[in-house]
């Protein structure tokens, strides 16, 4: 599967012209509404989708960027359809899914892979991100006010923390398929809106039973060199202390190669993680080799504490780990299916950390 590129949101001027010529598959553009965020929940029985919709306030083709050009609807029905359908009689207009920046799902959302099927029928881009919130509606109503498109300034935060180590991209593809097969799992950023602001607070991860588990945002760094989602542009701040001395490092590149083991019964997972580095504030003057193993002491504690969150404490498959022993030690894979739960359980994880000074 591709990995997820940045900036696979439309720009704010293609929307715009969408939005304002013509009709749009037999429908008038003035009659439809166009979701920018949406977030689904479930409880007791009954879905809950909290939509951001576009709105001009300006009544032109060009937004009006000092007055809010959003504005929220949510909908409940039995299913995620009716739901969807009861948030369209609270908007007066066609609900269009099509220009989704980002889906939002909460609690009570049992089974990804099966609800969010409805969203890949070409209804949402397969690419577009998905994260995790205990109040759904929340975000959908924050930032109404601020710019032409407040969802936008959603993916810029997500685009920013992402890069910056803090939380990792899982598309809504990637989401579906990972949570459909067996043991396997997804990380989800957690979204939290706070104070008329929004934040990115660490990740959550989803399995075909459900989301369970938290991994702070100093160890999602961990994730993202372990899934070896590390892209051109990234850009993980190390600060390094030695002796009362400081400095700071950054990690601009990354490759991250995993294998699996079995010897006696055991799992083991192996990863092997070269590095790119630089060396941004060295006031102190602390030893190039000091600053290179305080990084790599930091990568490996970062790691280990992803593995022990996803795999440890909450037996999910983040890493792939199912298909890494079917390729690494098949005939290892039959026993390990049977039970996957507890050789994850008891599984190892060795982290070897090699790194190459740059500037």
Known sequence: MRKIKRGLCLTAAALTALLFTGCFGGTEVGERAFVQLMGLEKEDGIYTVSLQLYKSESGTAEPDVSK??????????????????????????????????????????????DELALFLDGSVSPACPVAYS????????????????????????????????????????????????????AALPIVKAENDTVRFDGLTFARKNGTA?????????GVKLLLDAFESGDKITVPVTADGKRATAFITGAKTCLKAEESENVLTVSADIKLKLYIAENPDGISEPLIEQAVRESVRDSCIGAFSSAVWYNSCDLFGIKKLVRRDCPEFYGRYCENAESYLEDSSLSVSVSDRLIG
Do not use: R, W
Request: aromatic share 4%; net charge negative.
């Open 134 to 185: 205990d109040d759904p509606a929340a975000v959908t109503e924050t930032l109404l006010t601020d710019g032409s498109f407040s969802a936008e300034q959603l993916m810029t935060i997500m685009s920013l923390t992402a890069a910056q180590g803090k939380t990792v991209y899982t598309s809504a593809a990637k989401l579906a398929a990972d949570t459909g097969v067996l043991d396997c799992a």
């Open 213 to 221: 588990g938290y991994l702070s945002e100093e160890d999602a760094a």
């Open 68 to 113: 809010a050009n959003s504005v929220s609807v949510s909908g409940s029905g039995a299913t995620v359809q009716a739901a969807i359908a009861d948030a369209e009689t609270e908007a007066g207009k066609k609900i269009f899914l099509g220009h989704i920046k980002m889906l939002i799902i909460g609690s009570g959302i049992e089974n990804p892979s």
